[in-house]
């Protein structure tokens, strides 16, 4: 039997990015989302939501552009850290130990040593409630060559990236593989 929980954020998993912009002054920011995910393949875009509280929400809204940055398990401590200061009271990148580096294509830096990172031109933004959703056409991915497959696209195991689980307060890194997508199309089709 089913047990109900009531209206809570307990989806699972979320991924952890750390979406960087930057501020009125030029400085680099950066701040660690749980709330986000691919919402359109054409054009490609994601979205994430984030608190009106928060100084990466002024930033994003002022410069119509983020970077959506995926940290490996091996961040985890850094991701997490610029998740719980504000770039109000600091410089979070070196706080963090990271490298901001300026797109070439969008108003906002990524971060050098996370493996993949999404450059994004706010196209949308939704007020819900306690959280407005951003939409980013993402018009560039950068990702380490020591992540990329054979077919030239990150791997899990090449990126190590993990998420978070809102009811335990806690991250996990991707595991095992056990099985491909769509299979049961392809059993369908070869009928």
Known sequence: ?????GRKTLAMPSPVWVV??????GMPNVMTVAWGGICC????????ALREATYTYA???RRRAFTVNV?????????DLVGVISGRDG???????????AS??????????????????????????????????IVDVKADEEVLGHDGYPTVDGVRPFTFVVAEQSYYAL????GPAFAAKRKDTAA
């Open 71 to 79: 940290p490996s398990a091996a961040h985890a401590d850094a991701a």
């Open 104 to 137: 070439d294509l969008v108003d906002a830096p990524y971060v050098k040593e996370f493996p993949l990172n999404l450059e994004c031109r706010l196209t949308e933004s939704v007020k819900l409630g306690l959280h407005t959703l951003f939409v980013g056409e």
């Open 1 to 5: 039997m089913k047990k109900s929980l």
């Open 91 to 101: 410089d979070k990148f070196a706080a963090a130990g990271l490298t901001a580096v």
């Open 41 to 48: 393949s054409k054009p490609p875009a994601v979205s994430i």
């Open 175 to 178: 595991g095992e593989r056990i």
């Open 59 to 61: 930033c994003l809204a």
């Open 20 to 25: 960087g912009t930057y501020d009125d002054a």
